[in-house]
């Protein structure tokens, strides 16, 4: 059997302009996560990494700390859905920033009502409302069809590493394990940065081995779900 290890990407700089950057805690997270891909005798044959900047960052701090060659392939239906998007068509207003920021500290915890307005915005788009380029089922489709094209080069004894994000995975995971998207809103929220989901490729398909574990992270601070 081949094996693809999906892998969420370390924590971003949530509440900065430029979310796509690793934040200082994402970079221990990605360094220690190639320490333990190390320890675990992880030798992929191919590494892959979806188009975005945290994607890349986390495979760069991954392999070099594991003493894997940096070379890496892009495919950008390993994409995080757009976040940006999902919110305004939410609620319009939060196309300027200012307000959406000015909101949330309004509430005097601003994480807690960020999570909030974020799984009412999410829950819209899944039920297919009006204002987006992608829509969930399409995003769905391309995350899937993504981890079977990685899957299928992955052969016997082979194995792939994805350095993704956590809406992919929980897209292919819930359609592995149900047949379709309605474990999305519950996978997504729980996706611990660079935890890792296990998928074995044999003849009966592809088969999820395991979901977010984290491992790496237990009796640190540095375990984080955004």
Sequence with gaps: MGTVYLIRHAQASFGKSDYDRLSPLGERQAVRLGETLAARGVKPGLVVTG??????RTAS???TAAGLPTEVEVDEG???????????????????RAVLLADLARTGHPARAFQEMFTAATERWTRGGDGYTESFTDFCDRSEAAVR??????GKGETVLVFTSGGPIAAAV???????????????PVTVNTAITKVVSGRSGLTVVSYNEHGHLDGTDELTYR
């Design 51 to 56: 188009a975005m900047q945290r994607h890349a």
């Design 61 to 63: 701090l991954a392999l």
């Design 78 to 96: 390993f994409n995080e859905f757009d976040h940006d998007q999902v919110i305004v068509a939410h609620k319009p207003a939060y196309k300027r």
């Design 149 to 154: 094209r990685v899957a299928e080069r992955a």
């Design 174 to 188: 819930s359609r592995l394990w149900s047949g379709g998207d309605d474990l999305w809103l519950r996978l997504n």
